[in-house]
């Protein structure tokens, strides 16, 4: 896509700082970096998001991941990797190319929270039960 920084970046017309390559993806620094080490892995193919991400694209991306995570793990050796994902503007996706980030941790003063507020008490074992019929029947569609 003309328009898209990271099939730019994929392409060579940006320069960026690569970590790895193959025939199906690329990873790269992230430019604004949360912490030493934060890494983002794209497919070469352009696709918006997860939620359009055909089955052999998504297959070669997280064959790669554990490639870069443990790359990321054995050179600086964090206490912890979040690998984050946005789809969908209300998520926080800015580049609409999809990226998976990994992120380094090291400390509580890293840059990064995550705050889990969960609604356990909302979704009772009946309620969970729905939902989860809901999604399997989509499934079978």
Known sequence: MSDCIFCKIIDGSIPSTK???DEHV??????????????LLVPKQHVK???EMPEDV???LYAAAPKIANAIQSAFNPQGMNTINNNGSFAG??????????IPR???TD???????TKQSEFTQ???KSVGEQIREKLNQ
């Open 19 to 21: 970590i790895y390559e």
């Open 26 to 39: 690329y990873a790269f620094m992230d430019v604004a970096p949360l912490t030493k080490g934060h890494t």
């Open 49 to 51: 998001d997860l939620l």
């Open 58 to 60: 998504a297959r070669n």
């Open 93 to 102: 996706q800015t580049v609409f190319h999809y990226h998976l980030h990994f």
């Open 106 to 108: 090291y400390d509580e």
């Open 111 to 117: 840059g990064l929270k995550v705050k889990w507020e």
């Open 126 to 128: 009946d309620v969970l």
